[in-house]
Structures are given as C-alpha cells and as structure tokens.
Nanobody, 128 residues
C-alpha cells in the first residue's frame, strides 16, 4: 500500500524554524519517478500549494507566501521529502500535507489536483 507519512511538525514561536519530512513507502515505482509537493490548509480555507519539486530535484517552485523562507528538497535514495521552514509567521499555522504524483517531467505543479497520493498531514502552529 502506498503511503506518505509527514513528520517534524509542532509548535514554534514566530521567527523560528521547523523542518518537515515526508517518508514514502509502498510505491511500486521508484520515488524518483514522482514529482512531490507540500500543501497546507487551515480550517475554513482552501488548500494552498506552497512548494513542489520535480522528480530529479532540478526544478522547484514556491508560492509567494513562502518564497525565500521555505526550502524544499528530496533524498531519492532514502525516499524522503523535506521542507525547511524559516522565519515562521503566525499565518503559517496550518495542517501541512505532502503529496506526490507520477511524473518524469522537468517541472512540477502547485495545483493539488495534479497530485495523486497524499499524506494525512501534520500540524504546524506558530505562536506570536
């Protein structure tokens, strides 16, 4: 069974940092055949795509809300996706989800409808 499991969330003060990880398991194809991404959602709000990375890691994209503060990376050998979050703000408080989709393209998408597999999410809370 395909699984994506997020870890590393929690409570942090504004200005602090957290590193989220997403471990993939049970996929028939190698993880490097997939584009991956991070999304977040707060209660009552639409899901927001915040970062994605192509299968090779050569291409990354960020939403304006996290650009220059968050960094996405992947370790295909270990089947792990990371999101390094710095300069955190209270408005970054949300449930964060990782996702992946089969892709050998050069780029990636921030549109959640383009992703096939999803983790269950992990809470990040930033206090002011």
């Amino acid at each position: 069974e395909e699984q994506l499991v997020e870890s590393g969330g929690g409570l942090v003060e504004a200005g602090g940092s957290l590193r989220l990880s997403c471990t993939a398991s049970g996929f028939v194809a190698d993880v490097d055949d997939y584009a991956m991404g991070w999304f977040r959602q707060t209660s009552g709000e639409e899901r927001e795509g915040i970062s994605c990375i192509s299968w090779s890691g050569a291409s990354t994209h960020y939403s304006e809300s996290v650009k220059d503060r968050f960094t996405i990376s992947r370790d295909n050998g270990a089947n792990i996706l990371h999101l390094q979050m710095t300069s955190l703000k209270p408005e970054d408080t949300a449930k964060y989800y990782c996702a992946e989709t089969p892709s050998n393209g050069a780029s990636c998408s921030l549109d959640g409808d383009d992703f096939e597999y999803w983790g269950k999410g992990i809470q990040v809370t930033v206090s002011s």
